[in-house]
């Protein structure tokens, strides 16, 4: 089953000129993930730094294959762009609402 994942951001005020060419190179390899459906990265309206990046997987065992991936040989540096610890959160379509 396909799911959804937030991964919401703060970056560090210094990091926000530098942040979008940091993340479009990061994304583009989230993007050519086996599993991975597509990706969006929504900015606050009132504060830049805070970010939610919105990614669609083909189920939870390939976000799960894509996230130690970036623990391992595929770690990206992001942390180094941010102000405080990632939040992700996983989501699943309900067809019943």
Not at 19 to 37: H, N, Q
């Amino acid at each position: 089953m396909p799911i959804t994942a937030h991964l919401d951001l703060t970056l560090k005020a210094e990091a926000l000129p530098t942040a979008p060419a940091v993340l479009r190179e990061i994304l583009s390899d989230t993007r050519a993930f086996p599993g991975c459906l597509g990706v969006d990265v929504l900015v606050d309206s009132k504060d830049p730094a805070h970010l939610l990046v919105v990614e669609q997987w083909a189920s939870l065992e390939r976000d799960s294959a894509y996230r130690a991936w970036r623990a391992g040989d595929g770690a990206s540096g992001l942390g180094e762009l941010l102000a405080a610890p990632p939040v992700l959160t996983h989501f699943e379509t309900s067809f019943e609402v």
